[in-house]
């Protein structure tokens, strides 16, 4: 592509690289510079200008601000910015501080708690609350809404 000054430019670089830009923060005629894992480490495909990466390699997941890859958690969805703490443990799971553990309650989707003492926040669809066993349970047969208590 041309430039008004006569120069070409890449349109899209390659996975890994990005577009090199001039002092203004115009797209340059040097092209596609650097590999995005230099200056992002972990980092397979960034941004077209390489402020952010957009990929990270295996084990790795984009931090939240999207600036940098961080160590997976294991069933962690989101985590924190410098990459320690899970602010989001999949359904089923729960963090503890460590690490995302499996809720031990059955037909629980969302629990919270320490070790073996954890509780149900919210039980899978068609199941419901008993807060007296800690289980959730189906709701009671010919029920249209059950009282959760």
């Known amino acids: 592509m041309k430039t008004e000054s006569g120069y070409l430019i890449c349109k899209e670089c390659q996975d890994g690289f ?6 203004y923060g115009a797209p340059s005629n040097l092209g596609c510079v650097e590999s995005c894992s230099d200056v992002h480490e972990n980092c397979i ?3 077209s200008d390489g402020s952010s990466c957009s990929e990270c390699s295996d084990g790795f997941v984009i931090n939240q601000s999207g600036s940098s890859c961080v160590e997976a958690i294991d069933h962690c ?3 924190s910015e410098n990459g320690l703490v899970c602010e989001n443990c999949s ?5 503890d501080g460590e ?7 059955d037909n629980c989707k969302e629990c ?3 070790d ?3 509780e149900c926040t919210q039980c899978n669809p068609d199941f419901v609350y008993d807060h007296l066993k800690n289980e959730c349970i189906p709701p009671f047969e010919f029920c249209e809404v059950p009282l959760n208590v």
């Open 45 to 47: 495909k960034c941004s």
């Open 99 to 105: 690490v995302c553990y499996a809720c031990e309650i």
């Open 112 to 114: 919270k708690g320490e």
């Open 116 to 118: 073996d003492d954890n």
């Open 91 to 95: 359904n089923g799971f729960y963090w």
């Open 77 to 79: 969805d989101e985590v």
């Open 18 to 23: 990005y577009q090199g830009v001039d002092l």
